[in-house]
DNA sequence: AGTTTCGCCGATAGTACTATCGGCGAATGG
DNA sequence: CCATTCGCCGATAGTACTATCGGCGAAACT
């Protein structure tokens, strides 16, 4: 039946059955679940091995939520390569929007984690969560430079930083709308998402000039 | 020196500190750092008296989670009054932006508390959070109709609710780069919000088409 | 084969917290 | 003035969890 194991292959074996143990945990409620007793009970190894593998509670969480979040970004990094194949530049940006949208609402449980986890200060997830925030937010920095967005000097870039920023808290109020089932249509999130850049797109001239000017600018432009 | 208290007037005092202390603990540091006892301590009763005002330690959280989120939306509330005063329909717009900002900004406790406890659904904060949050997209909505969005029918009320959602969000998410000191001009911020609305304001000529006839059409009319 | 290593485990000391109980003493009410 | 109420408290039972220790038995080494 089962090979005779090595003890390599034996303490990895037990060590993935803990962090696959947590992972179930950890997505199916909040950390306060995870408890270095209850993963081992879990995973059906004796209280006491999980300090085998694992110098602490913390140490397994830190590890695994730099799994998690890792596997998320990554998830998320596909948007930019799929978004590269479609046709028209419309389509393009829509389907910068339609990926990632895609992936939250594929994933809502890892979705809600990074949430839930961003802003506690004293979890052991949230440097990793801040991480992964931070590396999103400047993937869609890149985003918007590769969309001929100005970055020179720090003032543009810090726009670009704004503009990322509320892309990315959008993308996710309405993600997070579709999953509660106020919005089920993913097309019309879409729809908005990409208002949303017709507004921000207009800080592209923001040289110098304060919003105001500019708004009065289009407003005219839209009336003529 | 103190007047003798009546028994009434005994209890209440004790209570107030107790939640007075439970509020400091909270702002502070994070749920799990109130507990019964520690806030026994720090308001200098013993334990036990501590359950002759609660039922138990939700029975605190859900008390003060109530008188939390009460006093921060009645301090959002009040951006829509000051907004009328403003003399311009553009200054209005600002300023519907500027005091909420300025709210979020000068509570980053009270702020950095509902951001955190808002996807916890297990936390007995968890609740009164939503109801919040809930609330404020309410009060939003009816801002936007008041500014003359259209809201006929459940297609047009739920757009709306998808306009606030992304109103609020960015508000949040730049108020939370000025704390972290990534944006440190509050009128850059607000003119970036503004873009934004520039953006979603398009939505009100959404009638049956697509984002992108309208905004092939603005695109022309801004070349034009 | 004999010896060492090591992955696992049962038991348990230690910590932190919740919630209750019985009682003390001062305010309350006749 | 006496009996009662009640706000407060010290002590403590109960619970849940962390982390460690000594030891067992099978793999690894020689």
Redesign the interface.
Known sequence: MSAPLTRREAKERTRKRLIDAARELILS??E?RVAASTVAKRASVAGATFYEHFRSRDDLLKALADDLFDELREKLATSRWEALAAPSS?EKL?QEFQTPLAVLAANPDLF?LA??V??????PLGDSSRRFSGNTRSDVVEELVDRGYPHDGPEER??L???A??H???T???AL?YLAG??PDLN?????L??????????REWHGR???E??AE?VQ??N?
């Open positions: 409620g909040d306060t419309e829509r809600r949430l839930r961003r802003h506690y200060p004293s979890s810090r726009r930083e704004m503009i920023d509320v990315i808290a959008a996710e109020v309405l709308g106020r919005y019309e999130v879409v729809d908005m990409v208002l949303v850049t017709r507004g921000t797109r207009l800080a304060s919003a105001l500019l708004d289009v432009a839209r003529s």
